[in-house]
Structure formats: C-alpha cells, structure tokens
C-alpha cells in the first residue's frame, strides 16, 4: 500500500535509503533530512513494514524533483517502484508542476516510465543546492532525466 510518510516511516526509510548510499548508488539522508522533509515522502508499506519510500521536492513553480527513491532489494522487480513513482507524478499533478526529474543510476527505469535523459547543466542552478553535501561534488555521474506532466 502506497501512502504518504509520517514521522514514525523515519527509521526505516533512513535504512532503506542509506543502504544503497553505502554502495554509492544514492545520496544519505539524514534524520534532519528526513524530518524536514517528511510530508514530501511517500512509502509502500507491506503488512507493517515500509519496503519503500520516495520524494517529491519542489524546485521552481513549473519543476520538481523525485528523490530518495528506494525499495529494498528484496522487493525489487515487483512493481512497487512504479507505484511509488505513479504517486510523485500524481502529486506534481495536482500541485499544477509542469515539468519533474531525477537524477539517478538507474536510468532505464525512468525511462520506461517516459523520462528522457537530459545534460545537467540544462537544469537550473537551484537544483544543485543539495549536491554541495554528496561525496561526488562537483563530479558528479549521475544520470539526468525529466518528463512533462500533461
């Protein structure tokens, strides 16, 4: 079941997430992170247990980004990726968001979901806020894609 995080979703969307930071396949958050953001988190949850999460971040009144986008990998290939991404697009639906992206090593699944790779420099500056805190900074390797939202 898809729904929106709430504080108690922390710990395990902290876990979640930084397992795959440790392999360098994604940014950490931190607590403070996570707190801050929670209401813009959504997790599938599966009899109790949050398998997975991701984010909707606002940049600019026509962009967003989708972030912290993880499901353990136990669960991978089950369609609970797309779920969650189907719940990050329908937000940015309603918030009237023209345009979302992500920056990612795993670009073939945005892909099938209609993403098109783009260069990052064509993506504005604000973006690159949380960037100064990535190990990577500034050689960066991760793979940029947006889509348009009808």
Same mark, same amino acid.
Not at 18 to 24: H, L, P, R, T
Not at 53 to 63: F, I, M, N, P
Not at 112 to 136: M, Q, Y
């Given at each position: 079941?898809?729904?929106?995080?709430?504080?108690?979703? &922390? +710990?395990?969307?902290?876990?979640?997430?930084?397992?795959?930071?440790?392999?360098?396949?994604?940014?950490?958050?931190?607590?403070?992170?996570?707190?801050?953001?929670?209401?813009?988190?959504? &997790?599938? +949850?599966?009899?109790? +247990?949050?398998?997975?999460?991701?984010?909707?971040?606002?940049?600019? +009144?026509?962009?967003?980004?989708?972030?912290?986008?993880?499901?353990?990998? #136990?669960?991978?290939?089950?369609?609970?990726?797309?779920?969650?991404?189907?719940?990050?697009?329908? @937000?940015?639906?309603?918030?009237?968001?023209?345009?979302?992206?992500?920056?990612?090593? &795993?670009?073939?699944?945005?892909?099938?979901?209609?993403? #098109?790779? &783009? @260069?990052?420099?064509?993506?504005?500056?604000?973006?690159?806020?949380?960037?100064?805190?990535?190990?990577?900074?500034?050689?960066? @390797?991760?793979?940029?894609?947006?889509?348009?939202? @009808?």
């Amino acid at each position: 079941m898809i729904r929106k995080a709430t504080v108690k979703d &922390v +710990e395990a969307m902290k876990n979640i997430i930084n397992a795959y930071a440790k392999q360098e396949k994604m940014l950490p958050r931190s607590y403070n992170e996570l707190y801050q953001y929670i209401r813009s988190f959504y &997790v599938y +949850e599966k009899d109790g +247990e949050v398998i997975g999460c991701c984010a909707l971040q606002v940049v600019w +009144e026509d962009l967003a980004e989708v972030l912290s986008f993880a499901v353990k990998p #136990e669960y991978a290939r089950q369609g609970i990726g797309s779920q969650l991404l189907k719940a990050c697009m329908g @937000d940015a639906h309603e918030l009237h968001i023209k345009k979302i992206f992500t920056l990612t090593y &795993v670009p073939q699944f945005f892909e099938k979901h209609g993403f #098109e790779r &783009v @260069d990052k420099a064509t993506l504005p500056h604000k973006v690159w806020s949380g960037c100064i805190n990535c190990p990577k900074f500034p050689d960066c @390797d991760e793979i940029a894609l947006i889509k348009n939202i @009808d």
